[in-house]
């Protein structure tokens, strides 16, 4: 039976998944990386792109899904549901007091428990399914073997000799800093967006 499952599971990857990710890897070429080539960007500046490209997307995704939205239903629900606490507070009979109480409780935990997993769900598909597919990406395109045909080393940037033992930045690392610097310059700059429009 579990011999049955994995060959099943490879058919699946190799007929599906993998025929997927290989037009998905070649669309991103086209559009992001033939361009940057064509302008004859390094390939430390095209990796740089790339994660500020995948940055704008996870921001997009953050608008799509309405992150802040439920973030915000939550909390005015989570403190409607709260204040009953102070109803109940009200009632003389400690008996029907303690019941209610519990009640209550039993509810905000199970609220909270849902909310928490389908805050999990949100953010991975916004911040986590970019992050890693642009991973995945760009460690297929410039992998180690490519980078040294390229420039001579298996690092993006080679770095010279130091103490730390440091030899250079690898894609992965180019391409999450990259990232992380996308998404606090595109959030402020969004934010600053927003407060210009509120005064006019």
Do not use: C
């Not at 995948?54 to 939550?74: G, M, N, P, T, Y």
């Not at 080393?153 to 391409?175: E, Q, R």
């Amino acid at each position: 039976a579990w011999n049955y499952i994995l060959n099943s599971l490879n058919m699946v990857y190799e007929q599906f998944i993998g025929p997927l990710f290989f037009l998905l890897g070649q669309g991103l070429n086209t559009l992001i990386l033939q361009p940057l080539v064509f302008l004859q960007f390094p390939v430390s500046l095209q990796i740089v792109t790339a994660g500020l490209i995948f940055a704008a997307l996870s921001l997009f995704l953050r608008h799509v899904l309405k992150i802040k939205e439920h973030d915000d239903e939550f909390r005015k629900k989570f403190a409607e549901k709260y204040s009953i606490q102070e109803d109940i507070a009200k009632l003389s009979d400690w008996k029907i007091k303690s019941v209610m109480y519990e009640h209550v409780d039993r509810e905000l935990d199970e609220y909270f428990n849902t909310y928490l997993a389908h805050k999990y769900a949100r953010y991975a598909a916004v911040y986590l399914l970019p992050l890693f597919m642009g991973e995945i990406w760009l460690n297929n395109v410039f992998s180690p073997d490519n980078l040294y045909d390229i420039h001579g080393s298996s690092y993006v940037l080679p770095l010279p000799a130091n103490s730390m033992g440091i030899h250079g930045l690898t894609v992965s690392a180019l391409f999450l800093l990259a990232w992380v610097l996308g998404l606090i310059v595109f959030a402020m700059a969004g934010k600053l967006i927003n407060k210009s429009d509120k005064k006019k």
